[in-house]
């Protein structure tokens, strides 16, 4: 009985923008939610009072998460058109509306660059940067209709890269330029996008991406990058100790409803990881600036930081 009053409620309020000032009964759909981020990103929405279809491919997964009160398990797997629009036709028929989606499906794939396999390369753009575009261009009209929110978990190594890293990063990179675009291309709509950019927390991505380079030093035995890989294998033993990612939907819950949302969400455990993400963007852009004909000098870069520090005050 209690979903009944949630349903009728839900209808009520799917029309209204999603802001702080709405009523509890927004309407959010939240991909990869059967572990991890995702989890925890649906289980915070369904604790404030918002319905959620939370995104899963497989049928265990999605019968624990129909036992989470206002949370409805919905397979989904973002690499299957069937799947998506099948998505699109429950959440229509369910008449709640949607006013929010959080694209949090993702894979992560670690190898060097002159080894990894093409056909592992497609796979992780098909989850993490064509899962985002596919499933956020078939719930459009459904957020457009609503003035919703939009918001994508990317990763500080969207920003950072290093050895090993550059599949992952790379498909990171385009999550950021994506949100950069879909921000201002919705914008006309109402509708408001963010990224949100994890550091290391506990995920099932771990203990997946360890497996995977495992594989890889199997397969390369006599490769050049083994020592690295070995150690890359050690490190991802340690993704049980890291902390629970709280903090990241937290992050979500912000990006979703509160009237002034961010566009982008640095959500790291560690200042270690804050210091390097922000010194490796500073990097970048003294490296844009460098002996050109229209570089800029000290005074000029420091004003442009100060106005850009107002902008987003």
Do not use: C, W
Not at 288 to 308: C, E, G, I, K, T
């Amino acid at each position: 009985m209690r979903r009944t009053a949630l349903a009728l409620a839900a209808v009520v309020f799917s029309s209204l923008p999603l802001t702080a000032q709405s009523p509890g009964g927004s309407v959010v759909l939240v991909t990869g939610a059967s572990s991890g981020i995702g989890r925890k990103i649906a289980e915070a929405m369904a604790a404030k009072g918002h319905f959620v279809y939370a995104g899963a491919r497989k049928p265990d997964d999605l019968a624990a998460l129909d036992k989470i009160p206002n949370v409805r398990g919905i397979k989904l797997d973002v690499t299957s058109a069937s799947d998506i629009a099948a998505a699109v036709e429950t959440v229509r028929r369910g008449g709640r509306g949607l006013t929010g989606l959080v694209n949090n499906a993702g894979v992560a794939i670690l190898g060097a660059l002159i080894e990894v396999e093409e056909k592992d390369l497609q796979f992780l753009f098909d989850v993490n940067v064509y899962g985002p575009y596919r499933v956020t261009k078939a719930f459009a009209p459904l957020l457009i209709e609503s003035k919703g929110r939009v918001t994508t978990v990317g990763s500080i190594s969207g920003i950072l890269s290093g050895p090993l890293f550059g599949p992952y990063s790379m498909s990171k990179h385009a999550v950021e330029a994506y949100s950069d675009a879909l921000a201002v291309e919705m914008a006309r709509f109402g509708v408001k996008v963010s990224v949100i950019e994890p550091g290391n927390y506990k995920s099932e991505i771990g203990r997946n991406t360890m497996a995977q380079v495992e594989a890889a030093v199997a397969r390369n035995p006599n490769s050049p990058f083994l020592p690295q890989m070995k150690n890359m294998v050690a490190a991802m033993g340690n993704y049980d100790n890291y902390p629970e990612p709280d903090a990241v939907a937290d992050a979500a819950v912000h990006a979703l409803f509160d009237p002034n949302p961010k566009m982008r969400y640095l959500v790291v455990p560690a200042a270690r990881q804050a210091e390097v993400t922000i010194r490796k963007a500073i990097e970048e852009l003294v490296q844009l600036n460098q002996s050109h004909p229209f570089s800029y000098d000290r005074d000029a870069l420091v004003r442009m930081l100060d106005s850009a520090l107002v902008r987003v005050k």
